[in-house]
C-alpha cells in the first residue's frame, strides 16, 4: 500500500512559479512510478506529468511541457512538479499518483493510488 501527501499549492499570478511536493509511505519508493495529474472547476481530471522509478524517464502532457519539471528524490521518498511560467488555464487542484511498476503511465486508469490533491490558483 501506498499513502501519498501533496503540499505546496497556493496562489500565485501568471507568469510566477510553484513548486508541488508529494510525499510518499508505504511500499519502498524507489519501486514504482508516480504522475502529476489535475481537475480544474468544471473539468475532468487531465494528466499532467509522469516519471518512472528511477526519474531517468519523463513524459509531460503537451499544454505544460517546456514549462513544468517533473522530478524524485529516492532518498526522500517525495516526487516533485515544479511549474513555472503559470497561466491561469493552471488553474486546478493536482493529485499525485502512484503505478506500482517500475515504468510510467500517463493513464490515469493505471494508477492504483492517489492523493488527496492540493489546490493551485493562477490570478491574470
Known amino acids: 500500500q501506498v499513502h501519498l501527501v501533496e503540499s505546496g499549492g497556493g496562489l500565485v499570478q501568471a507568469g510566477g512559479s510553484l513548486r508541488l511536493s508529494c510525499a510518499a509511505s508505504g511500499r519502498t519508493f524507489s519501486t514504482y512510478a508516480l504522475a502529476w495529474f489535475r481537475q480544474a472547476p468544471g473539468k475532468a481530471r487531465q494528466f499532467v506529468a509522469t516519471?518512472?522509478?528511477?526519474?531517468?524517464?519523463?513524459l509531460y502532457s503537451d499544454s505544460v511541457k517546456g514549462r513544468f519539471t517533473i522530478s524524485r528524490d529516492n532518498a526522500k521518498n517525495t516526487v516533485y512538479l515544479q511549474m513555472n511560467g503559470l497561466k491561469t488555464d493552471d488553474t486546478a487542484v493536482y493529485y499525485c499518483a502512484a503505478r506500482l511498476t517500475l515504468l510510467y503511465s500517463e493513464d490515469e486508469e493505471d494508477m492504483e493510488y492517489w492523493g488527496k490533491g492540493t489546490l493551485v490558483t493562477v490570478s491574470p
Open positions: 516519471i518512472n522509478w528511477d526519474g531517468g524517464s519523463t
